[in-house]
């Protein structure tokens, strides 16, 4: 009788906006989650039971920095994940018969959904997305394009692309982890998330803005500015810290643009190459008051325009019900 949910480690955002969903499941439905995504994670944001799997099932993008992706390394990898997929296709369905799965979530494999499970992908963009842009991907493009027509349906998260390989879709809005303020200190404040792979900024530059604090999750190269404060993970959490600062300067990925719009925090953030989420993420960026999209040299060289970033509580916050909403569809479709 239990939910199994595929999860993409490609970054953080998936998980992040699958432990929004998750988390509120009822106690009484057993949840798996398979993912290579860190389990400290989601041990921290996933309080109610469930038994995490250390297996993957997609590669997503294979990067050389956090703005620039290596097509030949992911069509390598692709096709070596693909028939690590279909090899173990039969052991997988036994697996989700053994345990009584009665419903599979993805965000966002597509193998998943051709296992005879009802499935849910829970998604704003798919690889389909990704890889049509890139040369020599048509036929996974229309291997994966197959794929997800398989799936029940589509809960189609807030900044989508438009996705019409699912033949059958709902919206449920902005899928955001939703956060509190907290008080980080005196003065401006600004939060720099530099992903799994950093950011090429001239750190030691940052000491030119006096008025600014800077903190950050991830300890750039040293020397580190003075006003510059590296915090640990478990210090605070994400959401709040987003919640907390005058601005969050990052590239624009799903988890961290919701929870900016969520919290009302300005954004400054860099063009992304590559990435075909980024013009949906980038028209809503712009349509909010919050956006501030600067051209590459001048985001990578620290050439942000904090003298003008609004007060605090001065750019709007938009609501994030999907998860609420999501909820109720999975347990819906589970109980059938």
Known sequence: M??????SGHGLGH?????TILRDLPQEIPLYVKTVAPEWFWRAEVKRSFTLIPESFDVGCLQTDSMTVDQAATKAAWEAQNQRNEARRADEIAWLKSIGARLVVTDVASFPLT???PSVCVANFTWVDIYAEYAGFEAIVAQLEAE???AT???????ALPMAYFPRRESVGLVARVGEACVLGRGRS?????GNWGMPFPWPSLERFTDWTFYTLTPPPKPWPRNLVVLARETVRHENLVASVDCVISKAGYGLVGECMAAGTPLIY???AGFAEFAALDAALQAWDGGIRLESEAFLSASWPLESIPAKGSVSSLPAPAAAASVERLVAIWRV
Request: aromatic share 10%; no cysteine; hydrophobic share 60%.
């Open 2 to 7: 239990a939910i199994v949910a595929y999860v």
């Open 15 to 19: 998980s992040a906006r699958e432990v």
């Open 115 to 117: 296992l005879g499970v």
């Open 148 to 150: 997800y027509a398989q």
């Open 153 to 159: 349906l589509l809960l189609e998260a807030r900044l």
């Open 190 to 194: 600004a939060l720099i998330y530099a």
């Open 270 to 272: 860099g063009p992304r």
